[in-house]
């Protein structure tokens, strides 16, 4: 029975273990942290967004990055519909929400967590829990272990480390220079999916939490209709999230604060006599424009224009920002192991062994695509090991 190392006990390493395992190796998966899938966890807190019901081509669509046409391949074996199967056949019904959006039922991690972690315990694997990782040592894997320092030397490994944000869940990104070292081309990381950070002026302090539920937001090429929050730090939410590529890239960022009026509709309610009213009194009567947009109006635009470019304004409000939140804060990462690094999912520089998950350099919006690619991967990764392991 050959021996099969994983490290990294999130979505991709947990799926890389079990298909391991059901190919007759020994596996045992080591976890640095004292408890496994603490990202996936957290994911759950908003209801764990496993994948997304929609066309494929738009669905594949989603990845980006060097390594997105060996996502697209894994997510074209294991996509959005056995994605759901996986979660039933571990007791987790689903539902499909309106945006196409899939979730458990439970609307949260923890009990699909424990099922699979039955099933792997079922299968064979040795999960060992404050197992870190600390790079290579004579040809073998160097740990940190609660007994003192060990080395193991497996006959195949699977690297599932996560990629480098929300460090206080595991993935620190601590191995990118360990693979640089060993010759390991590296893209280097980036936030993914992260807010954006704004210096307010102290009018904004009182908006700080506020949602603002209808905007569309347009930087380069892409344009997003969904929700943000004004908070202390800038913007956040899943409609800021949605451009930060672009932003991130270099372009510029702006808001629709009325998406469902055409500009001419905006001019007709701006040529409606002022009268006396204060200019934030009038916005706020003839666009019925709430505090938080009105807010934003002002923080961005001022001083306002007029008429017809005040209605251009509306449509078309500059973001002032300081750039995207630090790495630690996105959701995700881009960058890390680049595709000229890997023979299918296997390192060309350290035969036998594997990367798979959010290590891997590829991207893609929130909306269960990336728990998606991260299963999808871990499948394939482990698949491929198994195939060496034989
Ligand atoms: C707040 C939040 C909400 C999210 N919500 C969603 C969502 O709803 N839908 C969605 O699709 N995606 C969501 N994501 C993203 C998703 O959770 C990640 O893309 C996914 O968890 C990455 O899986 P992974 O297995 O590659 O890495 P991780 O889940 O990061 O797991 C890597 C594991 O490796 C371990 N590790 C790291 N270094 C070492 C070491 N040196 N030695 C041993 N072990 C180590 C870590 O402790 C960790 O357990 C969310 C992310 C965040 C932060």
């Known amino acids: ?56 081509a738009r669905f594949l669509a989603a990845y980006s990055g060097s390594v997105a046409g060996l ?82 030397h497996p006959a195949v490994t699977v690297l599932a480390l996560g990629g480098a944000s929300w460090a206080r869940l595991g993935s620190d990104g601590a191995w990118a220079p360990w693979l640089a070292e060993a010759g390991v081309a590296l893209t280097p990381f980036e936030p993914a999916n992260a807010g954006v950070t704004v210096r307010w002026s102290e009018h904004m302090a009182r908006h700080f939490g506020t949602p603002v539920k209808v905007a569309l937001l347009n930087a380069g090429d892409t344009s997003v209709r969904g ?4 908070s202390a730090r800038g913007l956040e939410g899943s409609a800021v999230y949605a451009v930060s590529k672009p932003v991130r890239e270099g372009a510029a960022l702006s808001l629709d604060l009325f998406p469902n009026w055409t500009r001419d509709v905006v001019a007709a309610r701006l040529t409606r006599p002022r009268g006396k009213a204060t200019v934030s ?13 009105l807010a934003l109006l002002q923080e961005f635009g001022r001083p306002l224009p007029e008429g ?49 998950g959010e290590m891997l350099d590829w991207e893609a919006p929130t909306g269960g695509y990336l728990l998606t690619g991260c299963l999808a991967t871990g499948l394939a990764a482990g698949r491929e090991a198994a195939v060496w392991a034989r």
């Open 71 to 152: 996502v697209r391949n894994a997510v074209i074996a294991f996509g959005p519909e056995a994605v759901m199967d996986w979660a039933k056949d571990l007791g987790q019904d689903v539902f499909t929400g309106s945006s196409g959006r899939v979730f458990p039922c439970a609307m949260k991690a923890s009990p699909l967590l424990r099922a699979w972690l039955r099933e792997l315990v079922g299968l064979g694997v040795e999960i060992r829990t404050r197992w870190r990782w600390t790079g290579f040592s004579g040809g073998g894997f160097q740990f940190e272990t609660p007994n003192g320092p060990d080395v193991l």
């Open 1 to 56: 029975m050959s021996f099969a190392l994983v490290i990294g006990a999130g979505p991709a390493g947990l799926m890389a273990a079990g298909e391991l395992a059901r190919a007759g190796s020994r596996v045992v998966m080591a976890e640095a942290k004292p408890s496994v899938g603490r990202k996936f966890l957290m994911a759950g807190k908003s209801g764990l967004n496993l994948t997304k019901e929609e066309d494929q």
């Open 281 to 293: 009194a009038f916005l706020r009567k003839a666009l019925r424009l709430d505090p938080a947009r």
């Open 308 to 356: 017809a470019d005040l209605a251009g304004l509306v449509k078309h409000l500059p973001v002032r920002h300081d750039g995207l939140r630090p790495l630690d804060e996105a959701i995700s990462t881009a960058g890390g192991v680049s595709a000229e690094a890997l023979d299918g999912f296997m390192l060309r520089a350290l035969p036998g062994v594997f990367v798979t």
């Open 227 to 230: 929700e943000f929050v004004i």
